[in-house]
C-alpha cells in the first residue's frame, strides 16, 4: 500500500543535484523510515523526501535515509489512509505545517 505525494520539487540549496550517502547500518526496515526521492541515477538527490509506511527493503542503497518518524504516528496513519485517485495521489493536499527535529533519532544505529 503506498501513496504518490507530489510536490512542486525543486533544486538542493547547492543549486544542482548532489550525491547519495549509503550506510549498511541504516534500512528501509520499518514504518516512518524519511529518504530522500531522486531521478533514479545517481547525484539527482534535490528537495523532495518520502516517509514510509512499511518496510521497503528494495529502496536501501538506492535512496538516502536521513531520518525517522518518532512521534505523531497517528498523522502518518491518516496520510496512509487518505483517499487517492487510480495513480496513488491524495485527491486532498497533504501538507507539512511543523516539524521537530531531534538530536539524531537514528544515531543509535550508527553506533
Known amino acids: 500500500n503506498h501513496i504518490v505525494i507530489i510536490g512542486r ?3 538542493s540549496i547547492w543549486g544542482k543535484g548532489f550525491e547519495e550517502e549509503f550506510s549498511d547500518l541504516l534500512k528501509h526496515n520499518g514504518r516512518g523510515i524519511v529518504s530522500m526521492a531522486n531521478a533514479n541515477k545517481p547525484n539527482t538527490n534535490g528537495s523532495q ?7 521497503q527493503p528494495h529502496l536501501d542503497n538506492k535512496h538516502t535515509i536521513f531520518g ?10 491518516a496520510m496512509e489512509h487518505a483517499a487517492t485517485d487510480e495513480k496513488y495521489k491524495p485527491k486532498k493536499d497533504i501538507k507539512i505545517l511543523s516539524i ?3 538530536a539524531n533519532p537514528i544515531a543509535e544505529t550508527m553506533q
Open 49 to 55: 523526501f518520502f516517509i514510509s509506511y512499511a518496510k
Open 68 to 77: 525517522k518518524v518518532i512521534w505523531g504516528l497517528e498523522t502518518l496513519d
Open 9 to 11: 520539487g525543486g533544486t
Open 100 to 102: 521537530t527535529i531531534h
